[in-house]
């Protein structure tokens, strides 16, 4: 039964196999210079769903770009696609490739196929198919992340008891709750994230020096920093007596690098010594992965930051 964008994106391409042949479909998301597997039938190269390789290393890169055909019975003949480094990689006669876009016209991916033999020139009269469904997936997907919107505004609601009492941001339990979520829609969608890991570097000291409650002023005007910095949709937590962290929704590399300065320059101007590190979720390893990796940046800025001290 065919109700979400990712049920529709198995049944297409299993439909235009059993209808066209070739030995690999894919449905992929495009993200930077990665080009991600949402969703493959494959029984020649060893694909999996979930794997990343170089968008500009591939035949769907040159066809987006106008360089070659959408569909190209025998790909060595095309140029483009025979000095496409994929072709050096892997044993490819025949291609097809057709643009997903997002609503505003912008690419999300492509729906393609490859085979290591040549294919009948006739393939080419299924072009208007495979663009129309393509088409369909292109509108599947503009219903479905209007609908992902929605739903995180949701679980926003449903996660208010999660609340830290001094600091008003999600807690350990809201935090674990709503990274669960959106690595479900990363997965489904090959959305990008980041994770913030922040440290404060003085409360130990305040707390020793000037008494407790200035130690939870530095918490929550800490708090106030990193709310007044991140997007509308970003999640920040304090996950623990003095550490935090930020879950940056559809954050790419350059949107991260372009957060966690906004937050040094944040910290900087308000007076507060905090330690930072940042990772973006990689395909294959998840969420889980970049908290773990944010927390060993920043851990290795805090040690350096007390060298220098």
């Known amino acids: ?28 998301r495009t993200e930077g210079n990665d080009w991600i597997v949402l969703a493959v039938e494959d029984s020649h190269y060893g694909t999996r769903e979930g794997a990343v390789f170089r968008w500009s290393d591939s035949f769907c890169s040159r066809m987006v770009a106008g360089l070659g055909p959408r569909i190209a019975p ?8 025979a000095e496409a480094p994929i072709a050096d990689m892997l044993e490819i006669g025949a291609y097809v490739g057709v643009p997903i876009t997002r609503k505003d016209g912008s690419l999300f991916g492509t729906l393609c196929a490859i085979d290591p033999a040549p294919q009948s020139e006739q393939i080419r009269e299924g072009q208007a198919l495979i663009e129309l469904m393509a088409d369909l997936l292109s509108s599947l997907l503009h219903a ?3 609908i992902a919107d929605t739903t995180r505004r949701a679980e926003r609601a449903e996660a208010e008891a999660s609340r830290d009492a001094l600091t008003s941001l999600y807690n350990r339990r809201g935090w674990d709750q709503l990274i669960e979520r959106e690595e479900d829609r990363c997965r489904r969608y090959g959305n990008p994230a980041c994770v913030i890991s922040v440290d404060l570097d003085a409360l130990k000291e305040v707390n020793d020096t000037l008494g407790h409650a200035a130690g939870d002023k530095l918490l929550v005007d800490a708090s106030n920093v990193m709310r007044d910095v991140v997007r509308l949709n ?12 930020i879950l940056g929704i559809e954050c790419n590399v350059t949107d991260t690098e372009v957060l966690l300065q906004r937050l040094r320059d944040s910290f900087d101007r308000a007076g507060i010594k905090a330690s930072l590190g940042a990772a973006n979720r990689k395909p294959e390893l998840g969420l889980i992965a970049a908290c773990a990796e944010a927390d060993a940046r920043m851990y290795e800025e805090k040690k350096r930051r007390q060298q220098t001290q």
């Open 74 to 81: 025998q790909s060595d003949l095309i140029q483009a696609y």
């Open 234 to 245: 970003d999640i920040v937590a304090r996950i623990g007596g003095d550490e935090f962290l």
């Open 144 to 146: 479905e992340l209007m």
């Open 1 to 28: 039964m065919i109700h979400d964008f990712t049920s529709a994106t198995h049944a297409t391409i299993h439909f235009l196999r059993e209808k066209f042949g070739f030995d690999l479909w894919m449905v992929t």
